[in-house]
């Protein structure tokens, strides 16, 4: 069966570069979140999008900014990257709805990752 | 989003139950109980959820208190291929928050 596919999966950036980081949902989904894990660390969540529209918002710092397209493959774009950048970033597809209107809770399928390194 | 608190570490020998355990003591009633794993740096897997009731699938079962101020995820069977950090979220919403999980170790 088809997976979450993000590109590319390993990415080295100097500081003060940019990075822009790819996910290609299960087909059919239309919901994607985007987590970052920290090395010995939780994932944290960044950011998520239903239907091309923001859905919801956790620790994304103002220098990453995302979006999903018309094919709902998504983008993750971080500027001005920091050493502390340097993570695992994770990308999750569901079939959406809204689950605080009351449909049901669709389970997240992640990708296997990119790792950002930055030097 | 209520938190919860799970022991850091867990072992359990292969084939037998795993019980993982979580506090959730703020929990609000429109509050679901997820469970995920992480298998070394792989992407969570999510194994389960419920709101009040048991639930049961092909990979566990989550019991829930019926305060549901806690709740277990048992791996009936646990196998090597089982050890991960497992994961108990607490949340309204699609969107998952994770916390401090649990690192369960199955040993041979």
């Known amino acids: 069966a088809a997976g979450v596919i993000q590109s590319p999966r390993h990415l080295i950036k100097e500081k003060r570069e940019t990075a822009t980081l790819k996910c290609y949902p299960i087909?059919?989904?239309?919901?994607v979140y985007w987590y970052q894990q920290g090395p010995g660390q939780d994932p944290q969540f960044l950011i998520s999008?239903?239907?091309?529209?923001?859905?919801d918002k956790g620790s994304i710092p103002d220098r990453f900014s995302a979006q999903q397209f018309s094919d709902y493959h998504s983008e993750l774009n971080m500027s001005s990257l920091e050493l502390g950048d340097s993570a695992l970033y994770f990308c999750?597809?569901?079939?959406?709805?809204?689950?605080?209107?009351?449909?049901?809770?669709?389970?997240?399928?992640f990708g296997p990752g990119t790792r950002l390194t930055v030097l | 989003d209520a938190k919860t608190t799970q022991p850091p570490s867990m072992d359990c020998a292969e084939g037998r139950a795993a019980n993982l355990p979580c506090n959730h003591s703020?929990?609000?009633?429109?509050?679901?109980v997820y469970w995920y794993r992480q298998i070394h740096s792989q992407g969570p897997q999510y194994i389960i959820h419920?709101?009040?009731n048991n639930e049961t699938n092909e990979m566990a079962s989550l019991i829930i208190t019926e305060d549901r101020k806690s709740s277990t995820l048992i791996l009936p069977h646990a196998t090597l291929r089982d050890t991960a950090v497992y994961y108990c979220?607490?949340?309204?919403?699609?969107?998952?928050?994770f916390g401090a999980g649990t690192r369960l170790t199955v040993k041979p």
């Open positions: 999750a597809s569901s079939l959406g709805g809204s689950f605080l209107a009351g449909s049901s809770y669709n389970e997240q399928f």
């Open positions: 087909p059919r989904h239309d919901t």
């Open positions: 999008f239903y239907e091309k529209m923001q859905s």
């Open positions: 703020t929990i609000s009633g429109n509050e679901y």
């Open positions: 419920g709101l009040k």
């Open positions: 979220i607490v949340r309204v919403g699609n969107d998952m928050r």
